[in-house]
């Protein structure tokens, strides 16, 4: 039974310094030789990249991107709600 405990209390001593060892991730930008423009930090794996005229776009489709969020009931790959921002504007039904 003590080794039982013991081995309990290693994983939550390992399980801490894991979590404590694991870099929150900030959103960084990179210009490309080709004329992208890269975002790291959205996914866990690769940029996401667009050209100059593509984020124009999608900079100015934001409107639409905060209505549709606030709007649905949209929730995390984990199953937990996600939180609409104070500030954006709750479309009217």
């Not at 060892?21 to 930008?29: D, G, Q, S, V």
């Not at 996401?48 to 209505?67: G, S």
């Amino acid at each position: 039974m003590a080794a039982t405990n013991d081995l309990i209390k290693r994983i939550a001593e390992l399980e801490a310094a894991l979590a404590a060892k694991t870099p929150t991730r900030a959103l960084t930008i990179k210009a490309g030789a080709a004329g992208g423009l890269s975002v790291y930090g959205l996914s866990a794996r690769f940029p996401t990249t667009l050209y100059v005229n593509q984020w124009i776009k999608l900079i100015d489709f934001i409107p639409q991107i905060k209505a549709a969020i606030a709007a649905g009931k949209w929730a995390a790959k984990d199953g937990t709600p996600i939180v609409v921002p104070a500030g954006w504007v709750t479309p009217s039904k």
